[in-house]
Nanobody, 127 residues
Framework: QVQLVESGGGLVQPGGSLRLSCAASESILDSYAIGWFRQSPGKEREGVACFAVSEGGMKYDDSVAGRFTISRNKAENTMDLLMGNLKPEDTAMYFC????????????????????WGQGIQVTVSS
């Protein structure tokens, strides 16, 4: 059974930084693609970043490229999303998800591709 647990959300001021972590077993993190998605009230869930360690590819949505970084944290056995220069429009519920493929990973929030999902964690960017 694949379990994904997000942590690290909260309230941050515009321009600030936050680190989200997605905890899972080492085998899942290293063999599945792991993606980060977000959803705001009244909006569709959208892909933010994804990384497939086994295949080596990662992708970012244009809205976060250059501000967010997805990385495998081996010390804590997590897939982290480092978010910098945060903007109010980054406010959303953030979810991590795991996929067995296809590779390279896809940023579409399609449950036929992303088999497992975490419960989500709130990120609020506000002064």
């Amino acid at each position: 059974q694949v379990q994904l647990v997000e942590s690290g959300g909260g309230l941050v001021q515009p321009g600030g930084s936050l680190r989200l972590s997605c905890a899972a077993s080492e085998s899942i993190l290293d063999s599945y693609a792991i993606g980060w998605f977000r959803q705001s009230p009244g909006k569709e869930r959208e892909g933010v970043a994804c990384f497939a360690v086994s295949e080596g590819g990662m992708k970012y949505d244009d809205s976060v490229a250059g501000r967010f970084t997805i990385s495998r944290n081996k010390a804590e056995n997590t897939m982290d999303l480092l978010m910098g220069n945060l903007k109010p429009e980054d406010t959303a519920m953030y979810f991590c998800a795991a996929s067995t493929g296809p590779f390279p990973c896809q940023l579409t929030a399609n449950r036929r591709i992303w088999d497992y999902w975490g419960q989500g964690i709130q990120v609020t960017v506000s002064s």
